[in-house]
């Protein structure tokens, strides 16, 4: 079994009848399309059974409003905002299927208006710890290619020059790390006598269409798009944890699932 078919299996979980088969808005990368042809059980029988039984949907947060709302279960990707005046459409009372959970494969949960689900008695889950190794892989490529100038050796070497460094580097046991926010970071990058040699971040305060930060044109600053954990394997991870946790909640098995805000039991109504 290969990671990307089971990422697309976990994508395309537990359509109703008539629902789309595909998320919308969005064309998969060929790999994911590959993969889709490939018959590739999801996860565990029991999760399969119910999210594709009689009462259940699931498609992805960016499905048409239509197709949302029949859903009982939304599973979420790439912070798409799900927001109060969405949460109220999704529960009406009305609904043949009102929503009953948002999961997110990956970790965290700020793209949701939590009070808005818990006001709605809505579920939200998530998959921290899924992406680790992902994570711990770009961490120490971020280092080295900081420690050991990577980006400037390699620019030489294309322009036919052999450039080696002046004095020896350090190792990674030598330095001192930590952790600052951003317009801290940028103001000690341009204090020449701080002791901060350089940064990476790949995650930033404002992202996606609002991308800014003050650590903009710094040289010694290396920024990346909040990619650190997306690897074949920690997404396809991170989907079937999504999957069995929402599965879980909708047969209220709460039990061992990282829950940000539980649905109230019928006696707390």
Known sequence: ?????????????????????TLVGRRRPRWERNAAARAV????????ALLRGPRTSLVGASGRPGVLARCQAVKSRAGVPLRAAFLSAATDPALAN????????????????????????????HTPGSNASAVAEFTLAQLLTLTRDLLAHNEAAHQGS????????????????????????????RDPAHPLVAVA?????????????????????????HVAG??????????????????????DRPEGIPVVTLRRSPSTR
Request: hydrophobic share 50%; net charge negative; charged share 20%.
């Open 98 to 125: 009102p929503l009953r959970v948002v999961g997110r494969a990956g970790a965290g949960t700020d793209h949701v208006e939590l009070a808005a689900a818990v006001d709605h008695e809505v579920a939200v889950t």
């Open 41 to 48: 059980p999801l996860t565990t029988p029991a999760t399969v």
């Open 201 to 225: 971040v790949d995650t930033f305060e404002h992202e996606h269409a609002a991308f800014a930060s003050p650590l903009f044109g710094l040289p010694n600053a290396l920024l990346t798009p």
């Open 1 to 21: 079994m290969t990671a990307p078919s089971r990422a697309e299996r976990a994508e395309q979980v537990a359509c109703n009848e008539g629902a789309p088969r």
């Open 162 to 189: 052999w450039r080696t460094p002046a004095a020896p580097t350090v190792e990674l046991s030598e330095l001192t790390l930590g952790i600052l926010d951003e317009q801290a970071l940028a103001d000690a990058l």
């Open 230 to 251: 997306m690897t074949r394997s920690a997404m396809a991870t991170a989907a079937l944890r999504c999957a069995d946790h929402i599965a879980a909640l909708l047969a």
